[in-house]
């Protein structure tokens, strides 16, 4: 199991940043998929996440901090999930990490990536 993550940076408040994640070693589409962070001297906590396709598609849930900034989307036939960020806030420092969630158990993958860090300082 593999998760790389890309796309951070250095941004000012207010602007825009999309990152990715590339996940192999396992069935992706049958997994949800999530976007953890974690800030220095916090824990890691949880952003994002995106649903297997259902009938009508994947459905999404974020955290209330993120909620109407950040949107996550998935390409299966790519295995990567994306994270698009919008008005971005210096409390969205961090370093990002996705994972992947058994849609039975709800447990996440052990693995984790490096990550990929987002600054957002003016």
């Known amino acids: 199991v593999q998760f790389v993550e890309s796309g951070g940076g250095w941004v000012q408040p207010g602007g825009s940043l999309r990152l990715s994640c590339v996940a192999s070693?396992?069935?992706?589409?049958?997994?949800?998929m999530t976007w953890y962070r974690q800030a220095p001297g916090k824990e890691r906590e949880w952003v994002a996440t995106i649903s297997t396709a259902g009938s009508t598609g994947s459905s999404t849930n974020s955290a209330d901090s993120v909620k109407g900034r950040f949107t996550m989307s998935r390409d299966n036939a790519k295995n990567t999930v994306y994270l698009q960020m919008n008005s971005l806030k210096p409390e969205d420092s961090a370093v990002y990490y996705c994972n992947a969630r058994n849609v039975l158990t709800g447990a996440l993958l052990k693995y984790w990536g490096q990550g990929t860090q987002v600054t957002v300082s003016s």
């Open positions: 070693g396992f069935t992706f589409s049958s997994y949800h």
